[in-house]
Protein backbone atom coordinates (compact mmCIF):
# COMPACT_ATOMS: atom_id res chain seq x y z
CA UNK A 1 0.00 0.00 0.00
CA UNK A 2 3.10 2.08 0.63
CA UNK A 3 4.48 1.82 -3.09
CA UNK A 4 0.88 2.35 -4.16
CA UNK A 5 1.17 5.92 -2.42
CA UNK A 6 4.36 6.40 -3.40
CA UNK A 7 3.59 5.80 -7.17
CA UNK A 8 0.64 8.76 -6.65
CA UNK A 9 3.09 11.44 -5.19
CA UNK A 10 5.38 10.59 -7.72
CA UNK A 11 3.30 11.19 -10.60
CA UNK A 12 2.17 14.11 -9.47
CA UNK A 13 5.37 15.60 -8.47
CA UNK A 14 6.58 14.68 -12.03
CA UNK A 15 6.27 17.33 -14.53
CA UNK A 16 6.49 14.99 -17.58
CA UNK A 17 3.89 12.50 -16.26
CA UNK A 18 1.62 15.61 -16.18
CA UNK A 19 2.17 16.99 -19.07
CA UNK A 20 1.71 14.05 -20.60
CA UNK A 21 -1.50 13.02 -18.91
CA UNK A 22 -2.93 16.77 -19.78
CA UNK A 23 -1.23 16.52 -23.85
CA UNK A 24 -3.49 13.10 -24.05
CA UNK A 25 -6.65 15.14 -22.25
CA UNK A 26 -6.49 17.94 -24.28
CA UNK A 27 -6.63 15.39 -27.43
CA UNK A 28 -9.50 13.80 -26.26
CA UNK A 29 -11.69 16.71 -25.55
CA UNK A 30 -10.60 17.99 -29.04
CA UNK A 31 -11.66 14.83 -30.94
CA UNK A 32 -14.57 14.98 -28.71
CA UNK A 33 -15.79 18.21 -29.19
CA UNK A 34 -15.14 18.39 -33.16
CA UNK A 35 -17.36 15.14 -33.20
CA UNK A 36 -19.98 15.78 -31.50
CA UNK A 37 -20.60 19.30 -33.80
CA UNK A 38 -19.95 16.98 -37.03
CA UNK A 39 -22.23 14.27 -35.21
CA UNK A 40 -24.83 17.06 -34.29
CA UNK A 41 -24.87 18.94 -37.62
CA UNK A 42 -24.93 15.97 -39.95
CA UNK A 43 -27.42 14.02 -37.77
CA UNK A 44 -29.52 17.10 -38.21
CA UNK A 45 -29.93 17.00 -42.09
CA UNK A 46 -30.43 12.90 -41.72
CA UNK A 47 -33.65 13.71 -39.35
CA UNK A 48 -34.57 16.31 -41.42
CA UNK A 49 -35.24 14.30 -44.61
CA UNK A 50 -36.47 11.33 -42.94
CA UNK A 51 -38.71 12.95 -41.20
CA UNK A 52 -39.90 14.89 -44.19
CA UNK A 53 -43.48 14.47 -46.48
CA UNK A 54 -42.84 11.71 -49.19
CA UNK A 55 -41.37 13.24 -52.48
CA UNK A 56 -39.81 11.86 -55.94
CA UNK A 57 -37.35 14.62 -54.99
CA UNK A 58 -36.07 12.86 -51.48
CA UNK A 59 -37.30 9.15 -52.61
CA UNK A 60 -33.05 8.58 -53.11
CA UNK A 61 -31.95 10.98 -50.55
CA UNK A 62 -34.16 8.79 -47.88
CA UNK A 63 -32.83 5.09 -49.18
CA UNK A 64 -29.50 6.86 -48.65
CA UNK A 65 -29.93 7.98 -45.38
CA UNK A 66 -31.74 5.08 -44.37
CA UNK A 67 -28.53 2.49 -45.88
CA UNK A 68 -26.12 5.09 -43.86
CA UNK A 69 -27.68 5.35 -40.45
CA UNK A 70 -28.15 0.93 -40.69
CA UNK A 71 -24.76 0.29 -41.75
CA UNK A 72 -23.25 2.69 -38.79
CA UNK A 73 -25.07 1.50 -36.03
CA UNK A 74 -25.06 -2.21 -37.09
CA UNK A 75 -21.17 -2.15 -37.50
CA UNK A 76 -18.61 -1.41 -33.91
CA UNK A 77 -16.95 1.81 -33.45
CA UNK A 78 -13.64 0.04 -33.78
CA UNK A 79 -14.13 -1.26 -37.16
CA UNK A 80 -15.29 2.28 -38.34
CA UNK A 81 -12.17 3.94 -37.04
CA UNK A 82 -10.24 0.87 -38.92
CA UNK A 83 -11.33 1.82 -42.21
CA UNK A 84 -11.42 5.44 -41.84
CA UNK A 85 -7.72 5.46 -40.76
CA UNK A 86 -6.26 2.34 -43.03
CA UNK A 87 -9.03 2.65 -45.77
CA UNK A 88 -10.72 5.96 -46.98
CA UNK A 89 -8.38 8.25 -45.22
CA UNK A 90 -5.16 6.36 -45.86
CA UNK A 91 -3.38 9.27 -47.65
CA UNK A 92 0.42 10.15 -46.83
CA UNK A 93 0.20 12.93 -44.22
CA UNK A 94 -3.55 13.28 -44.26
CA UNK A 95 -3.98 14.35 -40.46
CA UNK A 96 -4.71 11.63 -38.18
CA UNK A 97 -6.77 14.49 -35.95
CA UNK A 98 -9.56 15.47 -38.84
CA UNK A 99 -9.05 11.52 -39.75
CA UNK A 100 -10.62 10.57 -35.80
CA UNK A 101 -12.78 13.67 -35.84
CA UNK A 102 -15.10 12.34 -38.72
CA UNK A 103 -14.91 8.57 -37.68
CA UNK A 104 -16.43 9.61 -34.14
CA UNK A 105 -18.10 12.23 -36.67
CA UNK A 106 -20.26 10.54 -38.80
CA UNK A 107 -20.65 7.64 -36.26
CA UNK A 108 -22.40 10.01 -33.87
CA UNK A 109 -24.13 11.36 -36.54
CA UNK A 110 -26.63 8.24 -37.02
CA UNK A 111 -27.33 8.07 -33.58
CA UNK A 112 -27.86 11.85 -33.40
CA UNK A 113 -30.36 11.68 -36.40
CA UNK A 114 -32.24 8.54 -34.21
CA UNK A 115 -32.69 11.40 -31.29
CA UNK A 116 -34.10 14.16 -33.03
CA UNK A 117 -36.05 12.33 -35.98
CA UNK A 118 -37.35 10.72 -32.81
CA UNK A 119 -37.92 14.46 -31.08
CA UNK A 120 -39.41 15.59 -34.13
CA UNK A 121 -42.19 12.95 -34.03
CA UNK A 122 -42.89 13.03 -30.79
CA UNK A 123 -44.77 16.58 -31.14
CA UNK A 124 -48.65 15.96 -31.70
CA UNK A 125 -49.37 16.40 -35.41
CA UNK A 126 -52.01 18.12 -34.41
CA UNK A 127 -50.61 20.80 -33.89
CA UNK A 128 -48.81 21.15 -37.33
CA UNK A 129 -52.79 20.85 -38.47
CA UNK A 130 -53.91 23.65 -36.47
CA UNK A 131 -50.84 25.63 -37.73
CA UNK A 132 -51.63 24.91 -41.42
CA UNK A 133 -55.16 25.84 -40.79
CA UNK A 134 -54.28 29.23 -39.46
CA UNK A 135 -52.89 29.46 -42.71
CA UNK A 136 -48.86 29.16 -41.55
CA UNK A 137 -46.18 28.20 -43.59
CA UNK A 138 -44.51 25.35 -42.73
CA UNK A 139 -40.88 26.45 -42.06
CA UNK A 140 -42.92 28.82 -40.10
CA UNK A 141 -44.82 25.77 -38.33
CA UNK A 142 -41.55 24.07 -37.71
CA UNK A 143 -39.28 26.73 -36.39
CA UNK A 144 -41.67 28.02 -33.90
CA UNK A 145 -44.35 25.13 -33.09
CA UNK A 146 -42.02 21.95 -33.83
CA UNK A 147 -38.94 22.68 -33.27
CA UNK A 148 -38.69 23.87 -29.71
CA UNK A 149 -40.69 21.11 -28.42
CA UNK A 150 -38.92 18.38 -30.47
CA UNK A 151 -35.50 20.23 -28.72
CA UNK A 152 -36.83 19.82 -25.29
CA UNK A 153 -37.49 15.88 -25.83
CA UNK A 154 -34.39 15.02 -26.69
CA UNK A 155 -31.89 16.75 -24.24
CA UNK A 156 -31.57 13.81 -21.91
CA UNK A 157 -30.90 11.68 -24.64
CA UNK A 158 -28.26 14.57 -26.37
CA UNK A 159 -27.04 14.31 -23.48
CA UNK A 160 -26.31 10.65 -23.39
CA UNK A 161 -24.71 10.66 -26.51
CA UNK A 162 -22.07 13.34 -26.15
CA UNK A 163 -21.02 11.51 -22.91
CA UNK A 164 -21.09 8.31 -25.18
CA UNK A 165 -18.71 9.89 -27.73
CA UNK A 166 -16.20 11.42 -25.15
CA UNK A 167 -16.49 7.66 -24.05
CA UNK A 168 -15.89 6.15 -27.16
CA UNK A 169 -12.69 8.38 -28.14
CA UNK A 170 -10.62 6.16 -25.63
CA UNK A 171 -10.10 3.72 -28.33
CA UNK A 172 -8.12 6.14 -31.28
CA UNK A 173 -5.13 4.73 -28.84
CA UNK A 174 -5.81 1.74 -30.66
CA UNK A 175 -4.57 3.71 -34.46
CA UNK A 176 -1.80 5.17 -32.46
CA UNK A 177 -2.83 8.46 -31.61
CA UNK A 178 -1.72 10.13 -28.03
CA UNK A 179 -5.34 10.52 -26.48
CA UNK A 180 -5.41 10.12 -22.53
CA UNK A 181 -5.82 6.83 -22.69
CA UNK A 182 -2.62 6.15 -24.46
CA UNK A 183 -0.95 8.89 -22.32
CA UNK A 184 -2.00 6.97 -19.19
CA UNK A 185 -0.86 3.35 -21.11
CA UNK A 186 2.63 4.91 -21.62
CA UNK A 187 3.52 6.22 -18.00
CA UNK A 188 2.43 3.23 -16.57
CA UNK A 189 4.08 0.88 -19.19
CA UNK A 190 7.12 -0.84 -18.55
CA UNK A 191 6.71 -0.67 -14.35
CA UNK A 192 5.09 -2.55 -11.40
CA UNK A 193 1.21 -2.63 -11.47
CA UNK A 194 1.41 -0.28 -8.99
CA UNK A 195 3.00 2.40 -11.49
CA UNK A 196 0.29 1.24 -13.74
CA UNK A 197 -2.82 1.51 -12.20
CA UNK A 198 -2.32 4.98 -10.67
CA UNK A 199 -1.91 6.38 -13.76
CA UNK A 200 -4.77 4.61 -15.39
CA UNK A 201 -6.86 5.98 -12.15
CA UNK A 202 -5.68 9.46 -12.98
CA UNK A 203 -7.34 9.11 -16.16
CA UNK A 204 -10.19 7.83 -14.99
CA UNK A 205 -10.91 10.77 -13.04
CA UNK A 206 -10.04 13.14 -16.06
CA UNK A 207 -13.07 11.26 -18.04
CA UNK A 208 -15.31 10.93 -14.80
CA UNK A 209 -14.91 14.94 -14.03
CA UNK A 210 -15.92 15.58 -17.45
CA UNK A 211 -19.18 13.38 -17.74
CA UNK A 212 -20.26 14.47 -14.37
CA UNK A 213 -19.78 18.25 -15.38
CA UNK A 214 -21.69 17.46 -18.94
CA UNK A 215 -24.48 15.96 -16.51
CA UNK A 216 -24.72 18.50 -14.52
CA UNK A 217 -25.08 21.37 -17.45
CA UNK A 218 -27.80 19.09 -18.95
CA UNK A 219 -29.80 18.68 -15.46
CA UNK A 220 -29.21 22.53 -15.68
CA UNK A 221 -30.51 22.74 -18.85
CA UNK A 222 -33.77 20.61 -18.46
CA UNK A 223 -35.07 22.41 -15.35
CA UNK A 224 -34.42 25.79 -17.32
CA UNK A 225 -36.65 24.37 -19.27
CA UNK A 226 -38.88 23.08 -17.59
CA UNK A 227 -39.52 26.28 -15.52
CA UNK A 228 -40.08 27.89 -18.85
CA UNK A 229 -42.79 25.77 -19.47
CA UNK A 230 -44.53 25.86 -16.39
CA UNK A 231 -44.15 30.10 -16.78
CA UNK A 232 -46.10 29.49 -19.88
Not at 3 to 27: M, N, Q, R, V
Not at 103 to 118: D, K, L, V, W
Not at 130 to 150: D, E
Request: charged residues 15%; contains cysteine.
Amino acid sequence: MSDFFAKIIELFSTPEYIDSLLHGFLLTLEISFFAIIVGFTLGTVIALVETAKPSKWLTIPKFICRIYTTVIRGTPMALQLFIMFFIIFAIRDFPELITAILAFGFNSAAYTSEIIRGGILSVDKGQTEAGLALGLKNSTIFFKIVAPQAIKNIIPALGNEIITVIKETAIVSMVGMYDLNMAAKDIGSGHNLASYIVPMFTAALFYLATIYLITFLVGRLEKRLRKSDLME
